[in-house]
């Protein structure tokens, strides 16, 4: 008995420290939730790769679709007729002027005139050729977008991945961007080639400054009309309700704005028949100013301003204002300066847009 009580009463030894007491399975600290920072679908690395798995998807189907083929074609005929007739213009002009002086002449920057000079029968320069043609492909890539997804029932699949839903309108809209990007400067490599393969003109470093300018300029004025057609093909669940809305704002402000901005302007300035040259300046500017609200006349103005560097100024002036000027051309700075607002303004004008599509998308039901 004095055995069997005193193994009953003998204390347990225990570890310096007392007793460990646990509450169930023991996990290591932090819990079995505490996963790496760098682990799963948030990780920055998966949320990059997102947006640029769907950009690169897009941008497939973009080029391999029977839509980019036929603007392709069409945009490749009219840059085609225009680089020829103006070609044409300018060598006709060199040797008119050569028979009277001997010699070869051709203005400051006479690569450039490729791009700006016209000649019967094809009467729109190059650059009036891209501000008219080159939006229907932006439209073209962005009215259907969205809402095409929607349409077929995969928008919610998509959505149902693990990436976020602003990695779906963020990669459609680099994607339309990309393409617009490799069409403006292939088109514009080729015109320039064709160019000097038949005026023999070689350009000078500040005219390949100039073009390049001008061809961010044009990537910048073609993502405004891809932006507005993203937000068109966001806010209406139709595409063929999109695709109206985008063509019918290009085609308004493209043709008849300039006759809306003439009836505004001289509304705000009146000016008559017997009117004094003060108020011939102040219509005119007022137009002027209305007329600046579509991307046509901003993208036009900065193309002139850009492409020619003996364009000293944006808008009307008076003849007694030019008088004392030395004519002289612009450095690539100065042409800067002087576009710089309406490069600003196109470039704020496509964020904008893309911003309440962005915001529009965000809060939209996409699994109903």
Known sequence: MTSGSSSVDQPVPVPAGGPTVAAGPTVAAGGPTAAPATSGPDRPAARSAAWRTIAAKEVADHLLSVRFFVLLAIVGLAAGATVYFASEA???????????????????????????????????????????????????????????????????????????????????????????????????????????????????????????????????????????????????????????????????????????????GGAIAPAGADATADQLLANAQATEMVSRISPVTLFQEATVALLNPLERTIGAFLPEQAQGAIASTLSVDQSLLIVWPQVVTLIAATMVLFAIAYVTFMRQEVRA
């Open 90 to 264: 300018i060598r006709q002009s060199s040797a008119n002027v050569a028979e009277n002086l001997n010699q070869v002449f051709l203005p400051p920057s006479g690569f450039l005139l490729l791009f700006t000079v016209s000649q019967d029968p094809f009467p729109f320069p190059f650059y009036g050729l891209v501000g008219f043609v080159l939006p229907l492909v932006g439209i073209a890539f962005g009215f259907d977008a969205v809402n095409g997804e929607r349409s077929q029932g995969t928008l919610s699949r998509l959505v149902a991945q693990p990436i976020h839903r602003d990695d779906v309108i963020n990669g459609k809209f680099v994607a339309g961007l990309s393409v617009i990007a490799l069409l403006v400067a292939a088109m514009t490599a080729i015109v320039a080639g064709v160019g000097i393969l038949r005026m023999g003109i070689a350009p000078e470093p500040s005219d390949i400054v100039r073009l390049v300018a001008w061809v961010v300029l044009t990537i910048v004025y073609v993502g405004f009309w891809l932006a507005f057609a993203m937000l068109c093909s966001v806010v209406l669940r139709r595409a063929a309700s999109s695709a109206l809305l985008a063509f019918g704002t290009w085609l308004g402000l493209s043709l008849f704005f300039s006759l809306l901005a003439s009836l505004v």
